[in-house]
């Protein structure tokens, strides 16, 4: 079973729709217990850097979620909290994968809103201000091009996080969702 | 080219093997972390660890695994040998390894292979392609994998993989130089997939031949743990000295942003109310089933817009955002009616990705700044209806209320009040091209684009393909939002894309 967990800056329910279409097993969790108890858990997001940390905080999640041992994915705001800080508001996220979240440069539109090309070859669909520059770029697991060249996937560990939206991604992104459900066992 | 020593292990011992066959084993020591830690100091930045004694058997213990983790530690490591699904490339790679090597997987299960490429990154993936003449063996070389070298080269680059260990098994453990024709035909074949060349390498010629036949990399056994070369003089008979990434470097484009089309649904108390000549819908009415068509025929996006913005009319909306993202895999917004950020949290909460604003925020701008700090500026759209006028020099108005109102306000200036607020895209419709199908206001959009850094829908007189081109090349949209022209069946979904990639605008195929 994987939980999909509840805090303030969820799309949530788009994340439970995709898994639900795709006949994957999920539930939503909020507690460290509920947490402990799931094989696998996404960490989705959308919104505000500063405001999902502090509910983190309030909520005493950032313990559980640094020290899950399962496989964990994080989505667009989701895998930017992982790393250890964001200029989006200054705020200082879980640290778990070395690096810092930064503004998308100015010469591009901003914010990145649509399907862009990953180095694979297959389009995603983003939605984002601020893209991740992790420490070491051995974790970088794919790529795309919009001003710079941006992280749009990373794994460390059993932490893995994507930029876009794979409950948004057509076929791209059902595949990955049940690629990473098949870890999840 | 780079250099990577092996080290085998067998009943946890240091060996090789004749050809890759068990009863003809060479044991060279009994301490595999000694020999890697020999390596690291002579220079190596990778090893290759491989476990025999799974390749043979199948499994894994827990004992390999440790010692993955502690060898990870002295210098990078890829590891091989009975990885044969998802959860074993998940618990090596967790152990520390840079890369899983995997052969029998690719036959055996392609799809699981295709996962881990997508979860671990091609840098974390090697092909393993134990070559036999023109045959590719599989379990340890004891099995043909039913498949020719060169179609097997195929399916691997199908699968996303993009380095390749090849070992021609006729030479491997046997000193008798490498198969340099065979890789050369490789690189011919293959440029785009990096090589790793494997068996029957002596000696520093060795390396130069297989450098100029355009090896990425060599793997090195026997002639390392003989003594027969040293490290060094292997690694200086190379040239070329960089190690190139396996993640290609993307072209250097500004960006690969494709151009978005997006069939727009006028909804009321739940239904679709423009009329549709879709064929075969059991109900041309029910906006998920037009949704779900839509997205069948490529759309990249949906936008609702619910056109009773009465109490009942938002709870309807609600509703649809669930059913809709139940129902599609693409990304839609929801507009109408909105006039609290309340409003908009439950439609996202539902399932909705953005929500548009107009009226609303016009009547009260403060809106769209609450909208974007709560909620997310990329969920914040500001949806603008402008008609052109005498007024604001010559410029364009903003109407309210689906056009019945004039605000007597400069649509430009309002586009740009509208993103300093937070507004992250912009919906922008003619109102006077609104239903004509006689072309975008290309005029409108250009002069927005000017002075806004988000991204812009253009909306209102899309009717030929080349007026979609043209809201692109001439107004800069970065997206054509059209209803009419969809929903009667005058233009489909990839009559535009068709038209929009013949005039070089990237598309999402």
Known sequence: MIGILRYNAGNRESVIAALRRLDIPATTVETSDEIARVDGLIFPGAGAAGAAMDDLRTK???????????????????????????EEGNTECLGIVRGTVRRLPDDVVRPHIGWNRLDTGEYAYFAHGYACFPADPRVVTMSVRHGATICAGLRQGCYFGLQWHPEKSGRTGDRFLQSFASLCK | MQVIPAIDLLDGKVVRLARGDFSRVTVFGDDPVRVAEDYRRSGADRLHFVNLSAAKDGGEDRQFLQLVSRLSRIVEVQVGGGIRDLPSVRRHLEAGASAVVVGTMLFADPDAVRAA????????????????????????????SGSGLWDAARLVERLGIRQVLATDISRDGMASGPNVALYAEWKRRFPRLRIT???????????????????????????????????????????????????????????????????????????VVK??????????????????????????????????????????????????????NIPFTIGGGVCRVADARRLLEAGADKVAVN???????????EMSQQLGVANTICAIDARRTRRHGGGWTVLTRGGR??????????????VRLGAGELLVTSHDRDGTAAGFDTDLLARIKEKVSVPVIAS???????????????GGADAVLAAGVFHFGVLSISDVKAALRSAQIPIRP
């Not at chain 1, 994080?74 to 930017?80: N, V």
């Not at chain 2, 091609?122 to 043909?144: C, F, H, N, T, Y």
């Not at chain 2, 609303?360 to 769209?368: G, I, M, S």
């Not at chain 2, 109102?405 to 509208?418: G, H, K, P, T």
Request: net charge negative; hydrophobic share 45%.
């Open chain 2, 197 to 271: 060349a494997s068996g029957g390498v002596r000696d520093a010629a060795d390396i130069r031949a297989l450098e100029e036949a355009g090896c990425d990399s060599v793997v090195v056994g026997r002639a390392l743990l003989d003594n027969s070369a040293t490290f060094a003089s292997l690694v200086h008979a190379c040239t070329r000295k960089e190690i190139e990434s396996a993640v290609v470097p993307q072209e250097e484009k500004q960006s690969g942003l494709a151009v978005r089309v997006i069939p727009c649904l006028d909804v009321a108390q739940g239904r």
């Open chain 2, 359 to 369: 009226s609303a925020a016009v009547a009260d701008p403060t809106l769209l700044e």
């Open chain 1, 60 to 86: 005493r999640l950032v313990g559980p979620l640094r020290e899950f041992r399962k496989p964990f994915l994080g989505l667009c705001l989701g895998m930017q909290l992982l790393l250890d800080f964001s």
């Open chain 2, 460 to 474: 209102g007189g899309g009717g030929s393909p080349e007026s979609f081109v043209d809201a692109v090349r001439v």
């Open chain 2, 405 to 418: 109102d004039d605000a007597n306000i400069d649509a430009v200036a309002w586009a740009e009040r509208a």
């Open chain 2, 275 to 328: 009329g549709t000549n879709f064929q075969n819908l059991r109900d041309a009415g029910d906006p998920v089933e037009l949704a779900r068509r839509y997205c069948d025929e490529g759309a990249d996006e949906l936008v609702f817009l619910d056109i009773t913005a009465t109490s009942d009319g938002r709870r309807t909306a609600v509703e649809l955002a669930s059913r809709v993202a139940d129902a599609v």
């Open chain 2, 117 to 144: 490429v997508a979860l671990f990154g091609p840098q974390s993936i090697v092909a393993a392609l134990d070559v036999d003449g023109e045959k590719v063996k599989i379990l340890g070389w004891r099995k043909d």
